[in-house]
């Protein structure tokens, strides 16, 4: 259908979608409505990887057993996302086509490296989330594509996470938000490091390869300070009328601290 009418949208849980149209910023000739097609729901743990089908609620993805124990940084993000009412319509799916640049999924997405699986006519492919995601509201998807599924990296039992975020009410998008995954070695020491940010570019950023110089290093709040400081240095926050670049500098410094405390207590089992 997507090849057969040009200019067609398909509608996952219309969170976003509906929103534009009726302020007419999107205008649509056809649309495909997704919400009976149960094949593109679900979230199964497949080897390595958990796999969430397109259609999947945001709520079920806050709630799933399987993702609080094989990836709980999604599942907690998912949980700060809206109301009530948009975590029970909106889809994990439409969220990353959206593309939002404020949003919960893309950082988390682009944080851990999440693959997303497109079809078309006849054909399939993989995306990495570094492509998938172009800009604000613009995705590799091409017109006859759509996004069937998404597949994340099962967290080890020596990773430890947090995801921090301040907002000025409840449900508004963050000004500032921060995704961390911390693998630890045998021997306490730093393995590696998933981190992302909102709010401190004019998108989701992964900065996981600029903290290479600091694993295989033990946890000490120095390591942090210096740490939070080397990343700070790589942002390029920007000025809107009622939020400076400045504040979202000093937000981003007092989350990415906290995010890395909480990490580290759930390493230690002092914190679940």
């Known amino acids: 259908m997507l090849d057969q009418y040009p200019g067609t949208k398909m509608i996952a849980g219309g969170q976003s979608l509906a929103p534009m149209m009726n302020m007419r910023m999107a205008h649509i000739e056809q649309l495909i409505d997704l919400d009976l097609l149960s094949e593109l729901s679900g979230i199964k743990a497949a080897s390595s ?9 945001h709520h079920a993805v806050a709630n799933s057993a399987i993702l609080q124990q094989q990836c709980p940084l999604l599942a907690a993000a998912a949980k700060t996302i ?54 604000a509201m613009t995705t590799a998807l ?10 994340y990296p099962c967290f ?7 995801f921090e975020l301040f907002n000025r009410r409840h449900g508004d998008y963050a000004i500032v938000s921060v995704a961390l995954a911390v693998e630890y070695d045998a021997s306490h020491l730093i393995r590696n490091i998933r981190i992302g940010l909102n709010g401190v570019a004019d998108f989701a950023k992964d900065y996981s390869a600029d903290c290479e110089a600091f694993l295989h290093q033990p946890y000490s709040e120095q390591w942090v300070a210096e740490l939070t400081q080397h990343l700070m240095s790589k942002f390029a926050p920007f000025d809107e ?32």
């Open 156 to 162: 080890s039992h020596q990773t430890a996470w947090a």
């Open 241 to 272: 009328e009622r939020i400076s670049a400045s504040y979202r500098l000093d937000l981003s410094k007092s989350l990415i601290t906290s995010a890395f405390q909480r990490a580290h207590r759930r390493f230690l089992k002092e914190e679940a």
């Open 49 to 57: 990887q958990v796999v969430i089908g397109a259609m999947t609620r």
């Open 82 to 135: 809206g109301h009530y009412v948009i975590r029970q319509r909106g889809t994990i799916g439409g969220s990353l086509c959206h593309a939002d640049p404020a949003a919960q999924m893309p950082l988390i997405a682009l944080t851990l490296n999440a693959q997303f699986h497109v079809k078309s006519l006849g054909q399939e492919r993989t995306i990495a989330a570094a492509d998938f995601f172009q800009g």
């Open 142 to 151: 091409q017109e006859n594509e759509f996004l069937y599924a998404i597949s």
